[in-house]
C-alpha cells in the first residue's frame, strides 16, 4: 500500500501533466514564455518541495527548441512558404538542355532529386527526351525558373503553387514549449522519487513525453527543409523534324486488246471417237446398275418374294 504522501505526490505530479500538455495560445511574437500553473491547483506541501526554475534551466530550453537546421526562429521576419513547380520545355536538343539544368542547379546552390531518360521513336530514329526533379533554395525559385525558359525553345507548360506553413510552425514551437516545461517538472518528480515502483511510473510519463517532443522537432523540421528549399520537376522533350511522306505514283494504265475468236475446224473422226466413248460408258454403267441388282437387291429381295409366293399359292388352294 502506498503512504498517503506518495499517492498526494503521483496525484501532483498528474496535475502538472495535465496543466503542461494542455494547447497553449498563439504568441504574437516569436517569444519563448513558460505560464506558471496557478497556485490554488499545487499543494502548499508541494509547492516548498519543488525548487524554482533558475535562469539556466531556461536558457537549457531556449537553446534546444531553436537548434532546427539552423532556423533562429526569434530571427526569423519572413513567412514560411514551401513552393513547388513544374514546368515543361521543348529543347531543340535533350542533351545540352540536361547540361545546363545541371549548370543552373551549381550555380543557385540547389541539388537533384531525381532524374529519368527515355526515348522516343520517330520514323526510324530515336530521340531522347528527360524528367528532372531539383531542389532549389527558396530565394532562387523565381530565378530558377526563368533561366529554365531560357534553355527552351517554347515552354509547353509551366505551373508554380505555394503553401503558407507559418501558422502551423508557430503551434508547433509553442507545444514544444509547453513539452518541454513538462518534461522539466517531470524530471524534478522523478528526482524526488522514494520507491522504485514511483520512479517507473514519472519514467514512463517522461518517456512518453520526450516521444511527442522527438515528434514536434521532427515536423518542425521538415516544415523548416521544405521551406527553406523549392522543389522543381522539369521535362524536357526533343523538336522532333516534320517528316513529309514520300508520294508513290499511280500507276498509268496500259490498253489491253480483247483476243480475237478464231475458228475451229470441223473433226468429224474427233466426233467420232467422243460418241465411241460415250457409249462405252453408258454401257459401263448399265452393267455396273445388273450387277448391284444381281449381287445385291436379288439376294435381299428373293426370301420375301418366295414367303409371298407361297401366301398367294395357299390361299389359291382354299378357293
Known sequence: MLSPTKLLSIFVLLAFLLVGCAPAARPEEFVMEE???????????????????????????TDETFDLVNYNIGQQSERM???????????KDTEV???????????????????????EDWYGTG???????????????ETALRRL?????????????????TDQFVDLESKLTNLDATRNRIRTFLDQAQTVEEALTINEELSKVEAEIEEVKGRMNYLAGRSAFSTI???????????????????TATFTPMPTATSTPWQPGETVRQAGQT??????????????LILVFLPILAPFVLVGWLLWRFFQKKK
Do not use: C, H
Not at 497556485?39 to 524554482?52: K, V
Not at 538542355?97 to 526515348?119: E, H, K, N, P
Not at 520537376?233 to 500507276?251: A, F, K
Open 127 to 141: 530521340y531522347k527526351s528527360a524528367s528532372i526533379s531539383i531542389g532549389v533554395p527558396v530565394d532562387q525559385f
Open 279 to 292: 457409249l462405252t460408258t453408258s454401257y459401263q454403267s448399265i452393267t455396273e446398275i445388273l450387277i448391284w
Open 35 to 61: 505560464s506558471a500553473p496557478p497556485a490554488a491547483e499545487e499543494p502548499a506541501a508541494a509547492l516548498a518541495e519543488s525548487p524554482a526554475e533558475s535562469p539556466a534551466d531556461s536558457a537549457e530550453i
Open 97 to 119: 538542355a540536361i547540361d545546363g539544368v545541371t549548370q543552373l542547379v551549381r550555380d543557385v546552390g540547389g541539388y537533384i532529386i531525381s532524374s529519368r531518360v527515355w526515348y
Open 81 to 91: 512558404i514551401i513552393k513547388n513547380g513544374d514546368i515543361k520545355l521543348l529543347v
Open 149 to 165: 525558359r531560357g534553355l527552351s525553345i517554347r515552354v509547353l507548360d509551366e505551373q508554380a503553387t505555394g503553401e503558407d506553413v
Open 233 to 251: 520537376l522539369i521535362t524536357l522533350s526533343p523538336d522532333l523534324p516534320v517528316i513529309t511522306p514520300t508520294s508513290t505514283p499511280m500507276p
